[in-house]
């Protein structure tokens, strides 16, 4: 080890690995990933969660994590977004494509994607 | 990519209750549900709850799994990590709250055992792999090396630990930026840096925790003490019997000189440092400072005068830093955060955090890091969580065989070393033993001292042969045979002990006997004058009898017997139908199996 420079490199490269066991961040994306979650496509939609969450460098205050029947079966794959102060934002039918675009839209802007929410579905 | 990890605790605790086995099961159920490419296994160090182990915390949610077995994982694999819902029956709880939220009250942070926590010195363990040195980089790893080598002379690197009020945590609370400020001035052509960790405390393993979870942190600041006090060479001494802890140490130093971090020029400052593990062969008294360093240079393990102080003559005749490894695990956080942050944790004379291996008789035995001046009762019933089967609190045994007793009266007392002393106790290295009703003050005392009867190295007199004529005074007395005199003899023994003896195993050794002839007196002259063990424990003062009024007869309690000695008798009690038993006291060997086995109550002892 020659420089601070080359220990932060290190560091740097290593944080996404340890980051998840900080504990949670500001931010909850919860996927259901109970029998009907799955088997409506909530592992890609739940991938590709965790796949974005990470290349847009949003890990800091973001966990991607997984929960049992969230109990609205028919609009599987649901994804809700906890957010500290916040009231909870509820996605259904869910899939990749529409992942990126709250991970873009709501997470990075701060904007809730509202053509994906359950009120959306249900008005 | 990763997005769940699974660390399983692969400290002894847990190893010994067969985390390896887990490891492995779940390794082949998630290749069995194809999860290799999402999920990632991580062994760590101690998480502290080792009475619950083995232990496997899920994050990022943090669900902490206890007790887990190799037949659960399939489950937890099949259930959490692949349909996300935690497996309840498996996640350790032990808040008041209402089981609303799943993720907040699985969480280990929000237990009871951790809340009150505040983990300083083991804050990496439970938490990072610690044989992968990347890990321990990404949670500021090796940044306070670099700072102190880039940033700051060995002057600033001193008074910034002595700043932060930092004392030895193996037991003596000596400042240690004063021991390094009083061994940097020295001149000698080598000096070395020395690690204690000779952790010998009967039910102490704060140490062997640290180096088994942590090793880098003891690596980083043992080469920040190097360069504070200008030492090119450092020493670990560790005992043989903590396999884990050398294996990952020496896994460690590899790592540290391969990434350059120990070894020449570090950091390009021109500041040389390198490290080498010794075994210890588990002396109790190679513990003490100057007996740890003659043992190092291959010596019988002898301690010898003080002064000269190892600051001016230590290992190899030169001047020698030597701290424990609990202090050592503070010291990078100090260089890191400032002096004053240290500070602001803690009373006004101990600062910072203690760690302490909580056992005994308490519910979460573990490993627990509270900040100075907790007090003794917030231990025991908020992390402890209490005395198991809702006995009694009698007393806390702090320093192990070097330590005191604090009764039930002194509960409230905050923990730091000035209090402790002022009581009769020591901090001591952090053993807590808790005793409950059940404890023989007596037998209590008796057992640490045959530990360190059988532990003097024999060197000097008081030590040597006090110790053992203390043991035979007070074998007299539990074996109903003392007389009031004999507990002044052993008051008076104890000071002459602890004056005269040549170093801290002997100066120490008598305490035990002290603190419970002060706190506990009474249960001294029960056994002396009434022939009587309060506590029913000294089985030369017991008896057991049967209430023949209670007995109906069945037998039980003779077939259990291992001497015989019971047998029926003539009399029926009203209302049975078969004749009561009796226990014949002259081959009663005191064992209890009657007791135990009779399901009338009907056998009681005194």
Same mark, same amino acid.
């Not at chain 1, 796949?51 to 205050?61: F, Y």
């Given at each position: 080890?020659?420089?601070?420079?080359?220990?932060?490199?290190?560091?740097?490269?290593?944080?996404?690995?340890?980051?998840?066991?900080?504990?949670?961040?500001?931010?909850?994306?919860?996927?259901?990933?109970?029998?009907?979650?799955?088997?409506?496509?909530?592992?890609?939609?739940?991938?590709?969660?965790?796949?974005?969450?990470?290349?847009?460098?949003?890990?800091?205050?973001?966990?991607?994590?997984?929960?049992?029947?969230?109990?609205?079966?028919?609009?599987?794959?649901?994804?809700?977004?906890?957010?500290?102060?916040?009231?909870?934002?509820?996605?259904?039918?869910?899939?990749?494509?529409?992942?990126?675009?709250?991970?873009?839209?709501?997470?990075?802007?701060?904007?809730?994607?509202?053509?994906?929410?359950?009120?959306?579905?249900?008005? | 990519?990763?997005?769940?990890?699974?660390?399983?605790?692969?400290?002894?605790?847990?190893?010994?209750?067969?985390?390896?086995?887990?490891?492995?099961?779940?390794?082949?159920?998630?290749?069995?549900?194809?999860?290799?490419?999402?999920?990632?296994?991580?062994?760590?160090?101690?998480?502290?709850?080792?009475?619950?182990?083995?232990?496997?915390?899920?994050?990022?949610?943090?669900?902490?799994?206890?007790?887990?077995?190799?037949?659960?994982?399939?489950?937890?694999?099949?259930?959490?990590?692949?349909?996300?819902?935690?497996?309840?029956?498996?996640?350790?709880?032990?808040?008041?709250?209402?089981?609303?939220?799943?993720?907040?009250?699985?969480?280990?942070?929000?237990?009871?055992?951790?809340?009150?926590?505040?983990?300083?010195?083991?804050?990496?363990?439970?938490?990072?792999?610690?044989?992968?040195?990347?890990?321990?980089?990404?949670?500021?790893?090796?940044?306070?090396?670099?700072?102190?080598?880039?940033?700051?002379?060995?002057?600033?690197?001193?008074?910034?630990?002595?700043?932060?009020?930092?004392?030895?945590?193996?037991?003596?609370?000596?400042?240690?930026?004063?021991?390094?400020?009083?061994?940097?001035?020295?001149?000698?052509?080598?000096?070395?840096?020395?690690?204690?960790?000779?952790?010998?405390?009967?039910?102490?393993?704060?140490?062997?925790?640290?180096?088994?979870?942590?090793?880098?942190?003891?690596?980083?600041?043992?080469?920040?003490?190097?360069?504070?006090?200008?030492?090119?060479?450092?020493?670990?001494?560790?005992?043989?019997?903590?396999?884990?802890?050398?294996?990952?140490?020496?896994?460690?130093?590899?790592?540290?000189?391969?990434?350059?971090?120990?070894?020449?020029?570090?950091?390009?400052?021109?500041?040389?440092?390198?490290?080498?593990?010794?075994?210890?062969?588990?002396?109790?008294?190679?513990?003490?400072?100057?007996?740890?360093?003659?043992?190092?240079?291959?010596?019988?393990?002898?301690?010898?005068?003080?002064?000269?102080?190892?600051?001016?003559?230590?290992?190899?005749?030169?001047?020698?830093?030597?701290?424990?490894?609990?202090?050592?695990?503070?010291?990078?956080?100090?260089?890191?955060?400032?002096?004053?942050?240290?500070?602001?944790?803690?009373?006004?004379?101990?600062?910072?955090?203690?760690?302490?291996?909580?056992?005994?008789?308490?519910?979460?035995?573990?490993?627990?890091?509270?900040?100075?001046?907790?007090?003794?009762?917030?231990?025991?019933?908020?992390?402890?969580?209490?005395?198991?089967?809702?006995? &009694?609190?009698?007393?806390?045994?702090?320093?192990?065989?070097?330590?005191?007793?604090?009764?039930?009266?002194?509960?409230?007392?905050?923990?730091?070393?000035?209090?402790?002393?002022?009581?009769?106790?020591?901090?001591?290295?952090?053993?807590?033993?808790?005793?409950?009703?059940?404890?023989?003050?007596?037998?209590?005392?008796?057992?640490?001292?045959?530990?360190?009867?059988?532990?003097?190295?024999?060197?000097?007199?008081?030590?040597?042969?006090?110790?053992?004529?203390?043991?035979?005074?007070?074998?007299?007395?539990?074996?109903?045979?003392?007389?009031?005199?004999?507990?002044?003899?052993?008051?008076?023994?104890?000071?002459?002990?602890?004056?005269?003896?040549?170093?801290?195993?002997?100066?120490?050794?008598?305490?035990?006997?002290?603190?419970?002839?002060?706190?506990?007196?009474?249960?001294?002259?029960?056994?002396?004058?009434?022939?009587?063990?309060?506590?029913?424990?000294?089985?030369?003062?017991?008896?057991?009898?049967?209430?023949?009024?209670?007995?109906?007869?069945?037998?039980?309690?003779?077939?259990?017997?291992?001497?015989?000695?019971?047998?029926?008798?003539?009399?029926?009690?009203?209302?049975?139908?078969?004749?009561?038993?009796?226990?014949?006291?002259?081959?009663?060997?005191?064992?209890?199996?009657?007791?135990?086995?009779? &399901?009338?109550?009907?056998?009681?002892?005194?």
């Amino acid at each position: 080890m020659k420089s601070l420079a080359e220990l932060q490199k290190i560091k740097a490269r290593m944080q996404d690995k340890v980051v998840l066991r900080e504990g949670s961040g500001d931010v909850r994306v919860v996927v259901g990933m109970a029998t009907c979650g799955i088997a409506a496509g909530a592992r890609p939609v739940l991938n590709e969660f965790v796949k974005d969450v990470n290349e847009e460098n949003l890990s800091d205050k973001v966990t991607v994590s997984q929960t049992g029947c969230i109990g609205i079966c028919q609009y599987e794959p649901v994804v809700e977004i906890f957010e500290a102060g916040k009231e909870k934002v509820t996605y259904v039918k869910m899939t990749a494509d529409k992942a990126k675009e709250v991970v873009e839209k709501h997470l990075k802007g701060g904007q809730v994607v509202e053509q994906y929410t359950i009120g959306a579905y249900q008005s | 990519m990763i997005r769940s990890q699974v660390l399983i605790c692969g400290g002894t605790g847990c190893t010994s209750s067969g985390s390896p086995k887990i490891r492995a099961e779940f390794e082949k159920q998630i290749q069995n549900y194809d999860l290799q490419d999402e999920i990632k296994l991580v062994q760590t160090g101690c998480f502290g709850l080792c009475s619950l182990g083995p232990v496997v915390i899920v994050y990022p949610d943090g669900t902490f799994y206890s007790r887990v077995t190799e037949a659960d994982v399939p489950e937890i694999v099949e259930e959490h990590l692949l349909k996300g819902r935690p497996v309840d029956r498996l996640v350790y709880n032990d808040t008041d709250a209402a089981p609303t939220d799943t993720h907040t009250e699985t969480a280990l942070s929000e237990t009871r055992f951790y809340k009150a926590q505040k983990r300083v010195a083991l804050r990496n363990c439970g938490v990072i792999d610690p044989e992968n040195i990347e890990e321990y980089i990404a949670m500021d790893g090796y940044a306070a090396l670099g700072k102190a080598l880039t940033e700051m002379t060995p002057e600033d690197v001193i008074k910034c630990v002595t700043d932060s009020g930092l004392r030895g945590r193996g037991g003596g609370g000596f400042p240690t930026g004063r021991k390094w400020a009083l061994c940097a001035p020295n001149k000698a052509p080598q000096k070395y840096v020395v690690c204690n960790a000779d952790e010998g405390d009967p039910g102490a393993f704060m140490d062997r925790s640290v180096l088994e979870g942590d090793p880098h942190a003891i690596i980083e600041a043992m080469a920040i003490a190097g360069y504070a006090i200008g030492a090119t060479k450092g020493y670990v001494y560790v005992r043989a019997e903590y396999p884990i802890a050398v294996k990952r140490l020496a896994i460690a130093i590899g790592q540290a000189r391969e990434y350059g971090l120990l070894g020449e020029n570090i950091f390009d400052s021109g500041f040389s440092f390198d490290l080498q593990i010794r075994l210890g062969a588990g002396a109790f008294v190679c513990g003490e400072e100057t007996a740890l360093m003659t043992s190092i240079e291959g010596n019988r393990g002898e301690p010898r005068p003080r002064p000269p102080y190892p600051a001016v003559k230590g290992l190899y005749g030169s001047p020698t830093v030597e701290n424990n490894v609990e202090t050592f695990a503070n010291i990078p956080q100090i260089i890191l955060k400032g002096a004053e942050w240290f500070a602001s944790m803690g009373t006004e004379k101990s600062k910072g955090t203690k760690v302490f291996a909580l056992g005994g008789k308490i519910n979460n035995t573990g490993l627990v890091e509270i900040p100075m001046g907790t007090t003794l009762r917030e231990i025991i019933e908020d992390i402890g969580g209490g005395i198991p089967n809702g006995k &009694k609190f009698k007393a806390a045994q702090t320093g192990g065989p070097s330590g005191g007793c604090i009764p039930e009266s002194l509960i409230d007392t905050p923990v730091d070393y000035d209090n402790l002393t002022a009581i009769g106790c020591m901090m001591g290295s952090g053993g807590l033993i808790i005793m409950d009703e059940d404890t023989c003050m007596v037998d209590m005392a008796k057992f640490f001292l045959d530990f360190t009867v059988d532990e003097s190295c024999g060197k000097c007199t008081p030590c040597r042969v006090g110790m053992k004529r203390l043991m035979e005074m007070l074998e007299k007395i539990t074996k109903g045979q003392g007389t009031l005199e004999d507990l002044d003899k052993i008051e008076q023994l104890c000071y002459y002990i602890k004056e005269n003896s040549l170093c801290g195993l002997g100066q120490t050794a008598p305490n035990p006997v002290l603190a419970t002839l002060k706190f506990f007196r009474d249960e001294y002259v029960a056994h002396v004058v009434d022939k009587k063990c309060p506590a029913g424990v000294c089985k030369d003062l017991l008896s057991f009898s049967i209430d023949k009024e209670k007995c109906i007869g069945c037998g039980l309690c003779a077939r259990n017997c291992p001497v015989n000695t019971i047998t029926r008798t003539d009399y029926i009690a009203p209302g049975h139908k078969l004749a009561s038993f009796e226990i014949h006291q002259d081959k009663c060997v005191k064992c209890g199996a009657c007791m135990a086995n009779c &399901k009338f109550k009907a056998i009681s002892k005194q």
